[in-house]
Structure formats: C-alpha cells, structure tokens
C-alpha cells in the first residue's frame, strides 16, 4: 500500500502540490473550488474585477444622467410653451350636472359657496340651509377664463329657486339695489344723509338729495340684487367720473388740482388739455378740464348761519415817475373793514354752491390805501447778480446748457430779474435750492444752486428785489448763480436780455 502510494506520488510530482491534494473531494467525490496560482495573481484579478464594476456603473449613471436630463428639458419646454399660451393646471366645475366654469383652485368654489350660504340665511331666514357637492374634473386652463370667487358666487346666486318679496331702491327711476324691508329702504336714505353731506350737522341743517331717491316693494328681484343696510349705503356712494371746467385760483398748481379732485397726477390734466405741457405753468384765471369723482347719490345741505366777513379797502394810486412801472410804494395804509353776514348756505357734498345774504350790519368801516405806483420805464431785466460769466448758454459737456452761470461771492445776493409772482420756491434735483418767477408775460425765469431762498411760492416780487443769496448747491462745481429765461415756454439765452 505503501509503496503503491509512493510510486503514485512520484508521478504527480510535476503537479503543484495545492492542485494535487485532490481536484474531488475524496469523501463527497464532488469538485472543490479551483484557489488562484499565486498572490499575485490574485491581486490582478481583483482589479480587473473592480474596474470592470466602476464602468458599469458609470455606464448606468451615465443613462440616467442623460434620460434625466432629456426629461427636464422636456419639461421645461413643455412649461414654456403652456406659460407662453397662458395656460396652467386647473380644474372644470360641474355643480348640478352643469359646467359652471373653469378655475385655478378649488378653494374659489369653497369660498363662493359660504358666501352663497351667508346670503340664503341673511335673506331667506337664519333656519334655511344651502350646500353644493361640486364636482371637479383636472384640466389645462387658460388663466384669463378662470373665474373669481365672485363670478361663481354670483352664478350661484343667480341659480337659487328662493322667492323673496325685496324693497327696490332707484336713483332717478333707476334701479340701484334691494333690501329687504321698507325699514331699512328708509333708514339708508336717512344714514346716507347724514354720512355724506359732508358739513356739521346742526338743528337748522335741512339735508336732502340732488337726485330722486325712490323704493317700492318688488318680487322679481333675486337674492343676487339684495343688499345689507351697510352695503347699500356703500352702493350709494359709489363713484361715477365726469369732466367738468375748473377756474385756477391763487395758490393752484397742476398736482394740487389733481390732488384736490381725486385724479391719479398731474399727467392726467395734461392728457384732458393738450395745449398743457407737462411742467407747463398756469395763471390765476386759466380754465382747464378736470375729471372728478362723483357719487350715485349727492347730498344737498342748506343751513342758516351768522359769520363775521372783512371788507377789503379801496386804493388810491398816485403816479409817481421815480418808481419803476409795477412797482409802487405806500403813502398810508389801508385798513379793512368788517361786517356781520346772517346768510342762507347751501353746499353739494360739502362743497359750496350758493350762498344767500338774509342781512348784513357793518361793523367797522374800511380805510382806503394811498399809493404812489411807478410810471418809469424799467429795462426788460435786470443783472440777477454780480460776479462774471462763469458759463454760457448752449451745448456743454456732452448735453444742451439751458441758462447762463455767474460766479460771485457766497451768499450774495440774487434779484429778480423782473417783477412777477414767484411759482416755485425749494429745493430742485440737479439745482439744489431754485426759485422760478412767472412775469405774466409769456416770460420765466428761474435761479438755481442757491444757498437760501428767501421768497415762497405764491408772493409777489418786484424787480430787483432779493429773493435768494447766492451758493453751490445741487450738482454745482462752485459758487454761482445758474440763470435761466423761458419765453412762451422756451428756452432762451439770457445774454440776449442782460449783459456780462
């Protein structure tokens, strides 16, 4: 056995002896798991191995990278195109079987539906119930169709089988709103009287409507037309625009017509008077178009009252060839007087529209004004400042240069050129603290960079008269006077009207 075992070995002796222990389990006879030749090679497998995995995983990162980038350009493409159409995911609206309509979120059909149920049980009676099972089918929509909250409300409300009896209220014959009780069609007109006649109330206060105010008790009103006490005075005061003239007064200006009459800016003065520029200058007198907010229904107060009125001096003018034309000196002073009015007043939402003396008992008696008023020709205009011509009139750095600069002392002081009334008195951007004068004329001039301004706007100044002192404010290089004349509203060279 031995020595057969023996001669067995010497012929395997070119076998490795890990390979020659036995290529089958001698017990199970079944194959054992071939090991690698040597360490090595081992090592290598392992790597190829390795890289083998990482390519395929690339390869599959790779696939999904590019598909999920295909699909996002996609969708964005797609997102685009709906964007640019105007259309995005929103819903159809089926209620009762019928389409209602389209919306954007279904929140609008659930917020319509309360408000559909608060006007069932304020009108109908607090015991009536109301509900809506809407249904709603996912779709593209364009967003110009999706309806509001009001728009279903009100289809809901225009829908509801409830008769009631209503009291319908009419301006002039036509139909404004409903409530429901003549009570309350009385006690509106009654509120609203008093809320928007816009003076104080007193016992002799008699307040009544421009327009015919009427209610009758009606059933073919639904409950769509109905209207709380609250909201019908509110219906009432609604506003209606129309153009009306407008006269300019002391102290107006452009903005604050627009202001006083409820108009966005000055813009849309302008727009209604073409013959208006923007920026244009108005004069005591001018008529402009404006339009102005007018309610549905106007309160017309009339009340007696007793008021204390001056009575303005008579003026005496003495010529006097010493004094420049428009300009005058006082000999004695005028005194007002004063009277004591009981008149009847009757005013339009607040605003007066006639005014009717009952009695008048004079007080005191007014004292007349003795003037010496000036006959002497004065130059068209006079130096502003003193100081020398630092810049002139026309194309400079890059852009047009609208006046003249005069360079002098700091606070010096800067005249009016001619007589006028002063339509801008603040701080300008660009010209720091500036002055404008309108001389009545067709004539503007206007003193920029000041230091101080010593006129306002609305006062009267005589040529020569000091109305600012001279400085560097604004965008300004240094001490001067920036000097400018407009004609008609043109700019014009001033070294054509005054010399340096």
């Known amino acids: 056995m031995a020595e057969n075992r023996d001669r067995r070995d010497e012929n395997n002796e070119s076998v490795p002896t890990e390979f020659g222990k036995a290529i089958f389990d001698r017990e199970t006879e079944k194959p054992r798991s071939r090991r690698r030749i040597s360490d090595r090679a081992f090592m290598?497998?392992?790597?190829?191995?390795?890289?083998?995995?990482?390519?395929?995983?690339?390869k599959t990162f790779r696939h999904y990278i590019v598909s999920g980038a295909i699909a996002i350009i996609f969708l964005i493409i797609v997102s685009a195109f709906f964007s640019a159409k105007n259309y995005t995911l929103g819903y159809e609206v089926i209620i009762d079987g019928s389409l209602v309509g389209y919306i954007d979120d279904t929140k609008v059909v659930e917020d319509a539906i309360e408000e559909a149920e608060k006007a069932v049980k304020t009108f109908v009676g607090e015991d009536e119930t109301y509900t809506k099972n809407p249904e709603y089918v996912r779709r593209l929509v364009?967003?110009?169709?999706?309806?509001?909250?009001?728009?279903?409300?009100?289809?809901?409300?225009?829908?509801?089988?409830?008769?009631?009896s209503s009291y319908g209220i009419y301006i002039d014959g036509e139909f404004v709103t409903a409530v429901t009780s003549e009570k309350i069609a009385k006690k509106v007109r009654e509120e609203y009287l008093?809320?928007?006649?816009?003076?104080?109330?007193?016992?002799?206060?008699?307040?009544?409507?421009?327009?015919?105010?009427?209610?009758?008790l009606d059933y073919d009103h639904g409950i769509n037309t109905l209207s709380t006490f609250e909201e019908a005075i509110s219906i009432l005061a609604g506003t209606d625009r129309e153009l009306e003239k407008y006269t300019v007064?002391?102290?107006?200006?452009?903005?604050?017509?627009?202001?006083?009459?409820?108009?966005?800016?000055s813009?849309?003065?302008?727009?209604?008077?073409?013959?208006?520029?923007?920026?244009?200058?108005?004069?005591?007198?001018?008529q402009i178009i404006i339009e102005k907010a007018?309610?549905?229904?106007?309160?017309?107060?009339?009340?007696?009252?007793?008021?204390?009125?001056?009575?303005?001096?008579?003026?005496?003018?003495?010529d006097d060839p010493n004094i420049y034309q428009g300009e005058y000196s006082i000999v004695s002073k005028g005194i007002e007087g004063k009277v004591k009015n009981l008149a009847t007043i009757k005013t339009e939402n607040g605003i007066e529209i006639s005014r009717n003396i009952l009695s008048s008992e004079v007080l005191s008696e007014p004292v007349k004004e003795v003037r010496r008023v000036g006959t002497k020709v004065p130059p068209q205009f006079l130096r502003p400042a003193s100081g020398y011509l630092s810049s002139r009139y026309g194309?400079?750095?890059?852009?047009?240069?609208?006046?003249?600069?005069?360079?002098?002392?700091?606070?010096?002081a800067i005249k009016a050129a001619a007589a006028g009334t002063v339509t801008y008195s603040g701080w300008m951007s660009g010209y720091g603290y500036y002055v404008?004068?309108?001389?009545?004329?067709?004539?503007?001039?206007?003193?920029?960079?000041?230091?101080?301004?010593?006129?306002?706007?609305?006062?009267?100044?005589?040529?020569?008269?000091t109305i600012a002192k001279m400085g560097s404010t604004g965008r300004s290089t240094g001490t001067h006077l920036h000097f400018e004349i407009k004609k008609n509203g043109v700019y014009q060279n001033p070294l054509g009207y005054v010399s340096y």
């Not at 290598?44 to 690339?58: A, C, F, P, Q, T």
């Not at 109330?201 to 009758?216: G, H």
């Not at 309610?295 to 009252?305: C, F, H, M, Q």
């Open 44 to 58: 290598v497998d392992e790597k190829s191995l390795y890289m083998h995995n990482v390519k395929g995983l690339w």
């Open 142 to 164: 364009d967003r110009d169709e999706c309806m509001t909250k009001e728009d279903v409300s009100k289809y809901l409300l225009d829908n509801l089988d409830y008769i009631v």
């Open 194 to 216: 008093i809320r928007y006649s816009g003076v104080e109330i007193t016992d002799d206060t008699v307040l009544e409507t421009k327009e015919k105010y009427t209610y009758s």
């Open 249 to 265: 007064v002391a102290g107006d200006t452009l903005s604050g017509i627009a202001e006083k009459f409820g108009m966005r800016s």
């Open 267 to 286: 813009v849309e003065i302008v727009a209604l008077n073409p013959n208006l520029a923007s920026g244009a200058v108005i004069h005591i007198g001018d």
């Open 294 to 318: 007018v309610p549905l229904l106007s309160v017309i107060a009339t009340k007696t009252v007793e008021y204390e009125e001056a009575v303005p001096f008579e003026i005496e003018k003495q």
């Open 395 to 412: 194309y400079r750095w890059g852009r047009n240069h609208n006046g003249i600069d005069i360079a002098g002392s700091y606070g010096s």
């Open 436 to 465: 404008v004068i309108d001389h009545g004329n067709g004539f503007q001039t206007a003193y920029g960079h000041n230091s101080q301004n010593i006129v306002s706007k609305g006062q009267r100044v005589s040529q020569g008269q």
